[in-house]
């Protein structure tokens, strides 16, 4: 069964340090999507991508982040100068067109800023 | 975006049948009803979604109200795995982008 796919599992870094959340969505699929849950907290949208573009994204998604599709696999998120409270479980999700029916999650990678 | 209404936890004993509730007084024509679970340590699982009519599918039953303001997701009999956090979101379908707006959920626990 296709899934979505996200590396690392894991990742520990410096505030202030860079890092980029790498997911492979499902292959025939459009829309992208990236998803935060803090700890403790419910599932926080953060950004829509579709076409090359983002299509939505929220408040939260501010000049710190950025996504890009660089090839036709991949789908990362970046976070330019990590702060404490980036520490979070980013989840990557992809669906085959707006509205779904289903938008298919990966596993999640856990950010721990220290 | 319109708000939906669940209770914060519910119980269930293992092959029992599972009803979770969901209030969305406010929903428009053009939201579909859908239902999401998170298994603990586990991204988002997609469940079942509807528009008016009921929907039956592997997972679960969708039960929609006549006038849709509420909701029924039905577990014909809970298993142990079957324990995670349940969340109804409505979406409209040709919403560019079509995010989710989750919600607290409801935490179901099933009992052996």
């Known amino acids: 069964e296709p899934e979505v796919t996200q590396t690392p599992s894991h990742q520990v870094t410096q505030m202030g340090q860079e890092v980029i959340l790498r997911c492979v969505p499902i292959?025939?699929?459009?829309?992208f999507y990236w998803y935060r849950q803090i700890l403790g907290q419910k599932v926080e949208f953060l950004v829509s991508?579709?076409?090359?573009?983002?299509?939505?994204k929220s408040e939260i998604f501010d000049d710190q982040f950025s996504v890009e599709r660089p090839d036709g696999s991949n789908f990362t998120l970046k976070i330019r100068s990590t702060k404490l409270e980036d520490s979070a479980m980013y989840f990557c999700?992809?669906?085959?067109?707006?509205?779904?029916?289903?938008?298919?999650f990966g596993q999640g990678t856990r950010l721990t800023v220290v | 975006d319109a708000k939906t209404t669940q209770p914060n936890s519910m119980e269930s004993n293992e092959e029992e049948p599972v009803h979770l509730p969901c209030n969305h007084s406010?929903?428009?024509?053009?939201?579909?009803i859908h239902w999401y679970r998170q298994l603990p340590s586990q991204g988002p699982e997609y469940v079942i979604h509807?528009?008016?009519s009921n929907v039956n599918n592997r997972m679960a039953s969708l039960a929609i109200a006549e006038d849709r303001k509420s909701s029924t997701l039905i577990l014909h009999r809970a298993t142990l795995r079957d324990a995670a956090v349940y969340y109804c979101?409505?979406?409209?379908?040709?919403?560019?982008?079509?995010?989710?707006?989750f919600g607290q959920g409801t935490e179901l626990s099933v009992k052996p």
């Open positions: 999700a992809s669906s085959a067109r707006t509205g779904g029916p289903e938008a298919f």
């Open positions: 292959s025939n699929h459009l829309y």
């Open positions: 991508f579709y076409n090359n573009e983002i299509s939505e």
């Open positions: 406010t929903i428009s024509g053009t939201d579909y």
């Open positions: 509807g528009l008016t």
């Open positions: 979101i409505l979406r409209q379908t040709y919403n560019q982008g079509g995010k989710l707006i």
